[in-house]
Nanobody, 129 residues
Framework: QAQLVESGGGLVQAGGSLRLSCAASGRTFSRYAMGWFRQAPGKEREFVAAISSASYATFYADSVKGRFTISRDNAKLTTFLQMNSLKPEDSAVYYC??????????????????????WGQGTQVTVSS
């Protein structure tokens, strides 16, 4: 059974850093684009970052460009999100996601519906001011 499990969330002061991890299992996720989304209370889930299967291409939401970095280790089936210079508005539940098929590109990840593909259970990130 395909499964994505996030870890690494927590409470951090503004300006601090956190590194999220997403461990994948149950499918050959090394062939899939992977992405991170987030959802703050009272807001819709939003795209954060995506990476192609071989790490050739990465994409970011404008709000996190220059502060967040997505990467992956296909040997360990793990995707990472390094978050630096965190702001209170970055506080949210962060979700790891994979598209329904390996043919979907990283560029298309921002359009992934919450009812499609594979999703983790989420990890809470809270940034205090």
């Amino acid at each position: 059974q395909a499964q994505l499990v996030e870890s690494g969330g927590g409470l951090v002061q503004a300006g601090g850093s956190l590194r999220l991890s997403c461990a994948a299992s149950g499918r050959t996720f090394s062939r899939y684009a992977m992405g991170w989304f987030r959802q703050a209370p009272g807001k819709e889930r939003e795209f954060v970052a995506a990476i192609s299967s071989a790490s050739y291409a990465t994409f970011y939401a404008d709000s996190v460009k220059g502060r967040f970095t997505i990467s992956r280790d296909n040997a360990k089936l793990t995707t990472f999100l390094q978050m630096n210079s965190l702001k209170p508005e970055d506080s949210a539940v962060y979700y790891c996601a994979a598209p329904p098929t390996s043919t979907r590109t990283a560029r298309e990840m921002k359009l992934l519906s919450s009812t499609s593909g594979y999703w983790g259970q989420g990890t809470q990130v809270t940034v205090s001011s």
